[in-house]
């Protein structure tokens, strides 16, 4: 966009302007005073007046022709760019976010950025002292949801707007985008729900589907949710996973589990694993299968999926300690998993469709109790 000759052109429309008012009181001025008397001047008075017309008419018409110029080049970029994004897809390959700087060239950018700062900073809008509303423990979405929901292995967000809406067997219900992200606040963030026509909620589906756009509908790439951690022929053991955590975690997320918070609290650099500000006993992370794969290739900081820090057996004692913790109360238990069969088996509450205890379907072994699944 030529600014700088719109700017010119705009100053020059004004200079026209008021030398058109000027010229305009004269030819009155000398039309009132002469009557029908032929002023010499007057028809040179017109002509200039109408050449300001002409040439203000022109300057105007080619404002109009660059806005729109821009406009054209701007949508041509946009359409470029998603095809792009879109050919970058490869399903054989582990799937990576578009590149944030494409997220200017969108419509609703402003939308979408919004978006991305509420999943990264939720605590700062909507944590015990949000700006905009105070329904959520502290914690931020990107704490489960790792580089604002981007990381390949680590709970990314990249196929959400791909599989949804979609039957839940949680829930028992078809669920959309915005019931599921205020499922999250309610067990991960232990809160309450945003209104589904809020701009928050706008912001937040807006910047998942703007992550999602290059997936096939129905398709869910490699690299997407958690890794999973090869199950133990053994119990996860607390015990174990208390040592784990004082050797790897602790630095971290402090010996009382409550992680270390920036100042007034607002944003919690390490989240708490555990206690009144962590997640409820509903979240997902309260599955001993996800909190080890959310660990195995995650943390400690600096892990990844082609370099873990953690053994498979201290990635499931370590989630076992964690989740042996106390932490808010399961709210969603008269309600979640309305057929029992199709819990999982390391869900830990009961009743269950087979004869497992609710001990050994949080800690395991689970190898009996997978096998029993697969034979109904």
């Known amino acids: 966009m030529n600014w700088l000759g719109i700017t010119i052109v705009i100053i020059l429309n004004i200079l026209l302007w008021y030398c058109q008012a000027l010229l305009s009181k004269i030819v009155t001025t000398i039309r009132r005073q002469n009557g029908h008397t032929q002023h010499p001047m007057l028809a040179q008075y017109i002509n200039v007046m109408m050449g300001m017309m002409l040439l203000s008419t022109i300057s105007l018409v080619w404002i ?67 700006l905009v509303k105070q329904m959520s423990n502290g914690m931020n979405c990107q704490n489960c949801h790792l580089d604002a929901g981007t990381k390949p292995y680590g709970n990314n967000y990249s196929a959400v707007w ?8 949680r829930s028992g219900t078809a669920e959309t985008i915005r019931r599921r992200i205020n499922d999250c606040f309610q067990r991960s963030l232990n809160g309450d729900t945003l209104h589904p026509q809020s701009k928050e909620m706008k912001a937040i589906v807006a910047y998942i589907q703007w992550l999602g756009q290059a997936v096939p509908k129905n398709k869910s790439p490699k690299g997407v949710g958690l890794y999973k951690v090869k199950n133990l022929n053994r119990a996860a053991d607390p015990l174990q996973g208390q040592f784990v955590y004082a050797q790897k975690c602790m630095s971290c997320h402090g010996g009382d589990g409550q992680g270390l918070p920036k100042p007034e609290n607002r944003i919690e650099t390490y989240p708490p694993l555990w206690g009144d500000h962590s997640y409820n006993e509903g979240a997902g992370l309260f599955r001993l299968s996800s909190f080890a794969g959310y660990v195995k290739v995650n943390m400690p900081l600096g892990a990844n999926v082609d370099n873990p820090l953690l053994t498979d057996e201290e990635a499931w004692d370590l989630a076992a300690f964690v989740n042996s913790k106390p932490r808010p109360k399961h709210k969603f238990l008269k309600t979640d ?40």
Not at 76 to 100: G, H, M
Not at 162 to 169: H, N, V
Not at 360 to 370: D, E, F, M, R, S
Request: aromatic share 16%; charged share 25%.
């Open 64 to 130: 109009g022709y660059t806005f729109w110029n821009y406009n054209q080049e701007q949508n041509s970029r946009l359409l470029s760019t998603k095809e792009f994004i879109k050919k970058t897809y490869d399903s054989n390959q582990v799937w990576r976010a578009p590149d944030l700087q494409f997220i200017a060239l969108e419509k609703n950018r402003d939308l979408i950025t919004y978006g991305r700062q509420l999943i990264a900073n939720t605590s700062d809008y909507l944590g015990p002292k949000g």
């Open 162 to 169: 791909s599989t949804y809406p979609k039957f839940r067997a």
């Open 337 to 376: 998993w309305p057929d029992p069969s199709k819990k999982p088996y390391d869900h830990p509450f009961g009743p269950y469709a087979d004869t497992f205890s609710e001990l050994q379907h949080k800690y395991g072994p689970y190898t009996a109790i997978i096998e029993s699944q697969s034979k109904e």
